[in-house]
């Protein structure tokens, strides 16, 4: 009698423990799914994370592009109307003599 009484009680453990692995891996394929569910959000939310990343830089250089194609010829025109009006126009002539005799009464005084 002493014999059976340890296989009864291996039996009902070993049943025990089937019922625990069980539950077990029904409680691990619950949680593999919800993280499942977790990390196609977090996959999800990057992605747009880096497609607004690339939008934001293309808002920054595409107006600086285009000043650098079109303000030049633009800017050219109003550059020269600034010019006429303070006399730097190209029409002045620089005549190396004259500057030397204006050093040369300055530095005689």
Known sequence: ???????????????????EIVDLMKKNIAWSEAVYNQNKKI?????WMSTMGYV????FLIPIILGII????????????????IGLGGNTSFDADSVRSLIEQFSSN
């Open 1 to 19: 009698m002493k014999k059976q009484l340890p296989e009864l009680v291996e039996e009902s453990t070993s049943t025990s423990s089937q019922e």
């Open 43 to 47: 996959q999800k939310t990057l992605r």
């Open 56 to 59: 934001r830089v293309l808002i």
């Open 70 to 85: 079109y303000l030049p010829p633009l800017l050219g025109g109003v550059w020269d109307q600034y010019q006429s009006i």
